[in-house]
């Protein structure tokens, strides 16, 4: 009697458990209400990769700024941009030239007037605030110009010439009075330097009218991708020097050779016609410790070298087609990935292979960047000079 009632309560037990189960819906769990999907499960989107600048929009200062990457050590610098804005209205029959240029100074090149059976006559332009400070040693770092037609539609008119040059194109100064600000061109030079602008196959034809929506712009890269500095040159802006200066400034860029040129011609029109120009560059400023600015300066971004190499060639080949090179990189421009990661993600560690090793390649920089072996060297090495030592015992 007794085992029979254990049986009884055993069976009312599971009768009831079962029908709390179906009250809850326990049975229905791991049913599906409907027939199952064929096919592999859907996933999840993957995320877009950031958009990458383009070499050249990456070296363009209107589009990009800050530091950019270097192959090789240097000491802690401060950026410095200049801008310039000027309107210049070209009188009728007259023709003008600018010529983007770098050099060791705040001179940025030259702009001059011509008739077409005369001597030209030229004036330098400035990027005025690096003039004011003094540094000690200047690097190229960005500079570009970009012009715009400004006259009423109805009397715009001509083309624009514009010219991405491997180097700054010789041009024999006429001597001149000291006491007169303007540089001049023998007639004889300047045809040559227009036919060179004009029959170059590097050279693009834009019309004027257009340029008054869409900007022609240039900018100018190093031909040589090491990362150079030069002692900087004082600009002397009184009156009786500023010609001798301007001259001599450039003469000392054709010697060093290690940037590119880009020049604007716009040949003689029937009517006047007013254009705007804007000028800006972004320069690697050194300074002494006892100048105001020197704490202010840090290390810059440190790349492979082949990398920073194919920053400026790819930049410099997109400049023979124009400033219409595209925002976002090319397939072929993949090393702009990696030049972007470099620049938002080195951190300390590029401080310290900044100071201690002269050029890298990917084998040392990846070492380093893993590593950070060399983090304790930048108080011990400072300069490039005294770091040599230290790099060596590392390659």
Same mark, same amino acid.
């Given at each position: 009697?007794?085992?029979?009632?254990?049986?009884?309560?055993?069976?009312?037990?599971?009768?009831?458990?079962?029908?709390?189960?179906?009250?809850?819906?326990?049975?229905?769990?791991?049913?599906?209400?409907?027939?199952?999907?064929?096919?592999?499960?859907?996933?999840?989107?993957?995320?877009?990769?950031?958009?990458?600048?383009?070499?050249?929009?990456?070296?363009?200062?209107?589009?990009?700024?800050?530091?950019?990457?270097?192959?090789?050590?240097?000491?802690?610098?401060?950026?410095?941009?200049?801008?310039?804005?000027?309107?210049?209205?070209?009188?009728?029959?007259?023709?003008?030239?600018?010529?983007?240029?770098?050099?060791?100074?705040?001179?940025?090149?030259? !702009?001059?007037?011509?008739?077409?059976?005369?001597?030209?006559?030229?004036?330098?332009?400035?990027?005025?605030?690096?003039?004011?400070?003094?540094?000690?040693? #200047?690097?190229?770092?960005?500079?570009?110009?970009?012009?715009?037609?400004?006259?009423?539609?109805?009397?715009?008119?001509?083309?624009?010439?514009?010219?991405?040059?491997?180097?700054? &194109?010789?041009?024999?100064?006429?001597?001149?009075?000291?006491?007169?600000?303007?540089?001049?061109?023998?007639?004889?030079?300047?045809?040559?330097?227009?036919?060179?602008?004009?029959?170059?196959?590097?050279?693009?034809?834009?019309?004027?009218?257009?340029?008054? #929506?869409?900007?022609?712009?240039? &900018?100018?890269?190093?031909?040589?991708?090491?990362?150079?500095?030069?002692?900087?040159?004082?600009?002397?802006?009184?009156?009786?020097?500023?010609?001798?200066?301007?001259?001599?400034?450039?003469? !000392?860029?054709?010697?060093?050779?290690?940037?590119?040129?880009?020049?604007?011609?716009?040949?003689?029109?029937?009517?006047?016609?007013?254009?705007?120009?804007?000028?800006?560059?972004?320069?690697?400023?050194?300074?002494?410790?006892?100048?105001?600015?020197?704490?202010?300066?840090?290390?810059?971004?440190?790349?492979?070298?082949?990398?920073?190499?194919?920053?400026?060639?790819?930049?410099?080949?997109?400049?023979?087609?124009?400033?219409?090179?595209?925002?976002?990189?090319?397939?072929?421009?993949?090393?702009?990935?990696?030049?972007?990661?470099?620049?938002?993600? &080195?951190?300390?560690?590029?401080?310290?292979?900044?100071?201690?090793?002269?050029?890298?390649?990917?084998? &040392?920089?990846?070492? #380093?960047?893993?590593?950070?072996?060399?983090?304790?060297?930048?108080?011990?090495?400072?300069?490039?000079?005294?770091?040599?030592?230290?790099?060596?015992?590392?390659?």
């Amino acid at each position: 009697m007794g085992w029979w009632v254990g049986v009884s309560l055993t069976s009312m037990s599971t009768r009831k458990s079962n029908t709390i189960a179906t009250q809850t819906g326990m049975k229905k769990k791991g049913k599906s209400k409907g027939p199952k999907p064929k096919g592999p499960k859907p996933r999840n989107p993957k995320r877009q990769p950031r958009s990458t600048l383009s070499a050249h929009s990456f070296l363009d200062p209107f589009v990009s700024k800050g530091y950019v990457p270097s192959p090789v050590a240097h000491a802690p610098y401060l950026i410095v941009e200049s801008a310039k804005r000027w309107e210049y209205t070209v009188a009728a029959n007259y023709s003008y030239l600018v010529c983007l240029a770098y050099t060791q100074s705040a001179c940025r090149g030259y !702009t001059m007037t011509w008739t077409g059976t005369a001597d030209a006559l030229g004036a330098c332009t400035f990027a005025p605030q690096l003039a004011t400070l003094t540094p000690s040693h #200047v690097s190229l770092q960005r500079c570009g110009l970009q012009l715009q037609n400004t006259t009423n539609s109805l009397n715009r008119g001509g083309t624009i010439y514009a010219m991405a040059a491997n180097d700054i &194109i010789d041009v024999a100064f006429k001597a001149d009075d000291t006491d007169d600000p303007l540089s001049r061109v023998t007639y004889a030079n300047i045809i040559k330097l227009i036919d060179r602008i004009t029959s170059s196959t590097r050279t693009r034809i834009i019309s004027a009218n257009s340029s008054a #929506v869409r900007k022609v712009k240039g &900018i100018i890269t190093y031909t040589n991708p090491d990362f150079s500095w030069n002692v900087f040159v004082p600009v002397d802006m009184s009156l009786n020097t500023l010609n001798t200066f301007f001259e001599q400034s450039l003469a !000392t860029t054709n010697l060093l050779n290690n940037t590119s040129a880009y020049y604007f011609y716009i040949p003689a029109q029937a009517t006047a016609q007013t254009y705007t120009f804007e000028l800006l560059s972004q320069d690697g400023a050194r300074f002494d410790p006892e100048h105001a600015l020197y704490g202010s300066s840090r290390y810059a971004p440190v790349a492979p070298s082949h990398h920073v190499a194919s920053l400026y060639r790819s930049a410099m080949d997109a400049s023979h087609h124009g400033e219409m090179a595209p925002t976002a990189a090319q397939p072929h421009e993949t090393f702009m990935q990696r030049m972007g990661d470099i620049v938002h993600g &080195i951190g300390s560690v590029a401080e310290g292979v900044a100071s201690a090793v002269p050029k890298i390649g990917s084998a &040392i920089y990846n070492t #380093v960047r893993t590593g950070r072996i060399l983090q304790g060297l930048r108080t011990a090495a400072p300069y490039i000079e005294e770091a040599g030592a230290a790099a060596a015992i590392l390659m």
